[in-house]
């Protein structure tokens, strides 16, 4: 019997006339290299054209939620947030700051196809103002997971940017000695649980991490961060409701974006906004401009506090957006801001919510309160632009991983378990 090939574009296209759904759809999808325009049309209409909630979604719609241009100077979040030392609201700046300035560094070596660099980069610009309003509500002994899109995590928590830009270069001095990439990364020192390829993975590994708290009674939070398009996994309302009825101390935070891959969001979830998915679980949901970082705090603490007093989980949703593409830099320049030009979305958003860039409203309302000088922040910018570009220094002067080591990374107990599982299993060691 003949095989006939068929290409990805061709078999996405009979896909489509069998109607095939928008979530098969985009775990199909590769939105990392050189799409054309066409081929995102067509993932559009299919998944619009697919059953979901709001059918009806087109490109620029993102700028019915654009948030307001200033974080309020005033209110309950600005005045709780305003609380912080002026060490702590610093060093919020400066992590915002060095996640920007750490992902901008590395699309542009993508971008211009520097340093052998390749594979997959989801960037988090854009986004910063949830992680850094999340963390400085935690404790280092907190636990977070993390998702595809998490350097802006770990740099939130403290990780190290020598060690992630080396496993960016696949260098020994990384953080999985260059084996794992920017999926994988996980430092257990700081509570980050790991990156992680599995879209929906989050959930359980921060209700594991939570339940052994409870356990244990140390009063520690479990953070499941997640996109938009993981509130369609079928683990997510399980993992909520389950949290729930037990009182775990998580907080689910979903990073609203609007976009699932190429696919708009609200064409795979029912309800306008995420957080109306489980309004029916008696815990506390709050609905920020995932843009202001007072918000995000502000929701945290209060979720913080309810989980440690014993009360369960929160869930808190953050509209943001994303200013590359999904993974990898279509419609990214050099030494540019945004990716402009994708099918899936209108220039004009991006240019929008580009406006609402969380970090120069962040130092904005830091000025307009008189909370930190500009010269401080000005030092401060330059000392995360130095810890950057000494990641970089560090990740080409660090050595390439010996092949030969692999086998060692793959078994938990190290070489020595390694070992002993090829010797028995009879394949040998290397
Ligand atoms: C279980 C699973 N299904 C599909 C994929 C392919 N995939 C990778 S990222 C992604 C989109 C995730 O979108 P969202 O959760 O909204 O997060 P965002 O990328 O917007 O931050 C998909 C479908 C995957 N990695 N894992």
Redesign the pocket.
């Known amino acids: 019997m003949s095989t006939q090939r068929i290409d990805r574009r061709t078999l996405i296209g009979i896909m489509g006339s069998a109607g095939a759904s928008s979530?098969v759809f985009?775990?199909c999808?590769n939105a990392n290299a050189g799409l054309t325009g066409a081929r995102w049309e067509k993932s559009i209409s299919l998944a619009t054209s697919g059953p979901g909630g709001n059918r009806d979604w087109q490109p620029g719609d993102a700028l019915k939620f654009l948030p307001p241009e200033k974080i309020p100077t005033s209110g309950k979040a600005s005045d709780i947030l305003a609380a912080l030392t002026k060490e702590k609201l610093s060093l919020i700046y400066e992590r915002m700051n060095a996640s920007r300035k750490w992902e901008n560094a590395m699309k542009d070596l993508f971008v211009a196809g520097k340093d052998g660099l390749y594979g997959s980069f989801?960037t988090y610009i854009g986004?910063e103002a949830i992680a850094c309003g999340v963390m400085a509500a935690l404790n280092d002994d907190d636990y977070i997971a993390s998702?595809?899109?998490g350097h802006g995590h770990l740099i939130a928590k403290g990780g190290d940017l020598n060690k992630m830009a080396a496993e960016i270069f696949f260098k020994e001095t990384g953080y999985n000695k260059g084996y794992g990439g920017s999926m994988h990364i996980t430092d257990m020192a700081k509570g980050i649980m790991g990156m992680n390829?599995?879209?929906?993975?989050s959930f359980y590994l921060a209700a594991g991490a939570a339940i052994r708290a409870q356990v244990r009674g140390t009063k520690q939070v479990g953070v499941a961060f997640?996109?938009?398009?993981?509130?369609?996994?079928p683990y997510y309302f399980s993992a909520i409701r389950s949290c729930t009825n037990h009182k775990i101390p998580v907080i689910f935070v979903n990073?609203?974006?609007?976009?699932?891959?190429g696919v708009p969001?609200a064409s795979v979830v029912p309800t306008k906004y995420i957080s109306e998915y489980t309004r029916g679980l008696d815990i506390p949901h709050h609905l920020v401009d995932g843009n202001d970082v007072a918000a995000v705090y502000a929701a945290t603490k209060e979720a913080v506090e309810w989980a440690r007093a014993g009360k369960g989980p929160s869930m808190i949703e953050g509209i943001t957006y994303?200013w590359y593409d999904?993974?990898g830099f279509a419609g990214g320049r050099v030494g540019a801001d945004g990716a402009m030009g994708l099918p899936y979305r209108s220039d004009e958003e991006v240019r929008q919510w580009m406006s609402r860039d969380p970090i120069s409203r962040y130092k904005a309302w830091l000025l307009e309160k008189g909370l930190v000088t500009a010269a401080e922040l000005g030092r401060i910018e330059a000392a995360s632009q130095s810890a950057v570009d000494a990641s970089i220094n560090f990740a080409r002067q660090s050595k390439d991983p010996d092949p030969a080591q692999g086998v060692h990374n793959t078994h938990a107990g190290g070489p020595v378990a390694a070992t002993q599982f090829y010797n028995r299993s009879g394949i040998g060691a290397s």
């Open positions: 979530v985009s775990s999808g989801h986004e998702t595809h899109r390829g599995i879209v929906g993975a997640f996109g938009d398009g993981a509130a369609a996994s990073e609203n974006n609007f976009q699932y891959m969001m994303r999904h993974s």
